[in-house]
Structure formats: C-alpha cells, structure tokens
C-alpha cells in the first residue's frame, strides 16, 4: 500500500512495540493521514489468523460507513488485516483534507469502541450468515495461474510451507462462536494489554505535537532502539505430488 508503507509498517513489523505507541512523522504529504495499527498476540497462530479474517470480514462495511459516508473524515477510509513475518495486525488508515490527524484518532477510536460492544448483542442468524460468507471468500478459486504461483511462492518465502492454509483457516473460521470472536475483538482494540501504533502524518513540520505523541524525523533512527522480531521458520515439508482441493475444485495444492 503506497500511503501506509512509509509511514506505517517499518515502524510495525520487523519490532516490538510498547503498548499505545504514538509516533508522529513530519513529512511532508498533501494530507493529514492517521493510520492505526493492532499488532496481535494470542491464541494460538491458525486460530489468530482466521479470527482476523473473520474481523476483516465483518467490520469492512460498518467502518467505511461510519467514518466515510456519515462521518464524512476523509476521502479515503481502509481497514486491512496484516500478515508480514508472521506478525498479524489490524491496521486503519484514513486520508482526509478537512480533518487534523488528532480528530479522526479520536473518531476511529470512538468508532472501535462502538463496534466493540455491538458484536454481543449481534443477532445470532446475522453472525452466521458472516461467518458462512467469510468462509465462502477464503475458499474462493485462483484466478488464474499467476495467484496459484504467488500463493504457493509466499508459503516458500515465509518458510511456513502451509500450502493448504485456506482450507485450514477457513475450517477454522467455521468453528469460531459469536461469544470467542467478541471477546477477541474487546481483547485486540480494549483490552488491558492491547497494544496499538499509531501513526501521524501532518502537511508540514510546524503542526503542534498531539499529546503522548513522539516526533520521528528519522525512522531508522527511531527504530533501531526497539527490540527485533524474529520469525519462525519451519523445517521442508517431506515432498507429495499434486492432488486436486478436497473440496472438488480445480485449485490444485502442492
């Protein structure tokens, strides 16, 4: 993503973070342009990643409703799932020419606290039917060859090897209930260890520093005092042929 890449994941993936870091950038950019990260922790890995997915999922639509069209913030309103050196996060990033960066902090905060708390009373049959058609995306088929080879060649660049994984996720995703997914969302955004980054970048360099904030005028200065991320990497898998999905596809696995 060209707006958040140099503001966003240097400072994110390959370093621990503390909890509620703020750092500000002074670049210059033709807007104001907050962008807030969840880095997550437990449970375990395979179940992380498919309650991530099922977060993407559901909260797409209500946060570009509430922040684009009502709130009307800024032209540009994302949330996005992460998955980069087996660190997954949940980032939000907002592009706005009418609003400080402070302001939509604040709305993008308020708003994750609202969602937070309306996925208790969320009916039952509407949970399904997200779960069902979550579950239908991951499970869609390759396109064409080019994603079969990206999938299958980001599996060996990771050193995971889980050629498998949507099947796997979305087995998962399946067997998530209403109640662990809620609790999973308060424990990532409210929790008491939740922990998140957030980023500022302001049209120039003379704009007050919001409270808590740090100015970072050099990143890789600022980074090398945090402690190093260091990904896993699992061993070859023993070699098998090319068998067809299981579930009668014509996406094919390794």
């Known amino acids: 993503n060209p707006r958040t890449t140099p503001t966003c994941l240097p400072l994110l993936l390959r370093r621990r973070i503390p909890a509620r870091a703020r750092p500000t950038s002074v670049r210059p950019s033709p807007s104001p342009l907050p962008s807030v990260c969840h ?6 890995p395979r179940r992380r990643s498919a309650l991530l997915s099922l977060l993407d999922h559901i ?17 540009s309103v994302r949330g996005s799932s992460r998955n980069t050196l087996q660190m997954l996060g949940y980032v939000i990033t907002v592009v706005s020419a009418t609003h400080s960066p402070t302001e939509i902090e604040e709305a993008v905060l308020a708003f994750l ?7 208790t009373s969320m009916p039952a049959a509407e949970y399904k039917r997200n779960v069902e058609a979550a579950v239908a995306n991951k499970l869609q088929d ?5 994603e079969e080879a990206d ?9 995971q090897y889980c050629f498998q994984r949507a099947e796997e996720e979305a087995e998962e995703m399946s067997a998530i209930t209403r109640t662990e997914f809620a609790s999973f969302v308060h424990d990532v955004f409210m929790g008491a260890d939740a922990r998140s980054l957030h980023v500022h970048v302001h049209k120039g360099a003379d704009e007050a520093l919001p409270q808590g904030a740090v100015r970072v005028s050099d990143v890789n200065s600022f980074k090398s005092g945090l402690p190093t991320h260091h990904p896993q990497h699992k061993p070859l898998p023993p070699l098998a ?7 009668g596809s014509s996406r094919r696995r390794v």
């Open 39 to 44: 880095p997550l922790r437990s449970p375990p």
């Open 151 to 159: 999938r299958y060649f980001s599996e060996v660049a990771t050193f």
């Open 113 to 119: 606290e609202t969602f937070t708390a309306g996925l």
């Open 241 to 247: 042929t090319t068998t067809p999905a299981a579930r």
């Open 59 to 75: 909260m797409d639509e209500p946060l570009f409703d509430t922040l684009r069209t009502k709130r009307q913030l800024g032209y």
């Open 142 to 146: 390759d396109h064409n060859m080019l």
